[in-house]
């Protein structure tokens, strides 16, 4: 498997990445299945703390597609924690359930030592960073 690079990666480090990797999107999906409502947003802040875990390890691989989907995830996680209005949380729901689905298409690719198609990433991206816009100067880091 190459990175964005064209640099080999070595293949226990891939395998370890990937266990971890899948492992934190098992947490993600029940994160966001257990927001229920308005008063649940915190849940939001863990998805970004999970969603960390991804991003340090893809960009220390050269991984950096996965890194930028995974780094937009934990700026809208912390930033859809400090929401109050349901229709917006809700569409947040949405957007970072479509990114854990995207990421693991990623992995699912890397599992198979194949380059992923980016279309898609690029237009998500596109998508996450619109949303990180409209939401505004929301705090992007853990709560102190």
């Not at 947003?41 to 950096?64: C, H, W």
């Not at 359930?97 to 690029?122: C, F, G």
Request: hydrophobic fraction near 40%.
């Amino acid at each position: 498997m190459l990175d964005d690079k064209k640099n080999e990666i070595d293949v226990e480090l891939l395998d370890g990445f990937l266990e971890e990797s899948y492992a934190v999107l098992v947490d993600l999906k029940v994160i966001l299945a257990s927001f229920k409502g308005t008063s649940d947003a915190p849940v939001f802040e863990k998805y970004g703390q999970q969603i960390d875990r991804i991003m340090g390890a893809a960009y220390t691989l050269s991984l950096n597609e996965l890194g930028d989907l995974a780094k937009l995830g934990k700026e809208l996680g912390y930033k859809t924690s400090q929401i109050k209005q349901i229709a917006k949380l809700l569409t947040m729901q949405s957007l970072l359930s479509q990114l854990v689905r995207t990421m693991e298409k990623i992995l699912n690719s890397y599992q198979k030592n194949e380059t992923p198609t980016y279309d898609e990433v690029h237009q998500l991206i596109n998508r996450l960073n619109t949303a990180s816009d409209q939401l505004g100067d929301l705090r992007i880091s853990v709560k102190v």
